[in-house]
């Protein structure tokens, strides 16, 4: 069994385990029901845990993910190296930046590079929010 498969058993595995416990403060699982989901509050964090370390003004692929400047470097921009939106807003299959994370293929090697890889719960999040029209606050 290849990595790239196994990492998709265990995001598959985690995201039934996420439907199946489901409450009132779960994240919303269907497209387009990302309204309560917080741009500064819900995504920044992840980004400043994980890719500010490489992503900031003038670091890698003139992409900064630093609070502030995140969503303007995000959503409707084109990507570096790639014909194709970092984020396409209502359509996380066509977005860098969820092919990346959720590791597909479609765009180049998994981000955050080398690691550590997100969880089922926080790559959820972040679809919901693109496919929610990656609103900001």
């Known amino acids: 069994m290849t990595v790239r498969r196994a990492r998709s058993?265990?995001?598959a595995a985690g995201l039934a385990l996420l439907i199946g416990c489901a409450d009132e403060?779960?994240?919303?699982?269907?497209?387009g029901g990302g309204d309560d989901i917080s741009y500064s509050r819900?995504?920044?964090?992840?980004?400043?845990?994980?890719c500010t370390g490489c992503h900031f003004a003038g670091g890698v692929a003139d992409l900064d993910l630093s609070p502030g400047h995140s969503r303007a470097h995000l959503v409707g921009v084109t990507a570096t190296g790639y014909?194709?939106?970092r984020v396409a807003a209502g359509d996380p299959a066509a977005s860098v930046l969820y092919g990346k994370l959720?590791?597909?293929?479609?765009?180049?090697g998994p981000m955050p590079d080398g690691g550590p890889f997100w969880t089922a719960?926080?790559?959820e999040l972040v679809r919901v929010w693109i496919a929610g029209g990656a609103l900001d606050d």
């Open 102 to 108: 959720a590791d597909t293929g479609q765009f180049g």
């Open 121 to 123: 719960a926080e790559l």
């Open 25 to 31: 403060g779960a994240v919303p699982l269907s497209p």
């Open 42 to 50: 819900d995504i920044q964090p992840l980004w400043d845990r994980d």
């Open 9 to 11: 058993i265990i995001a």
């Open 83 to 85: 014909a194709a939106l």
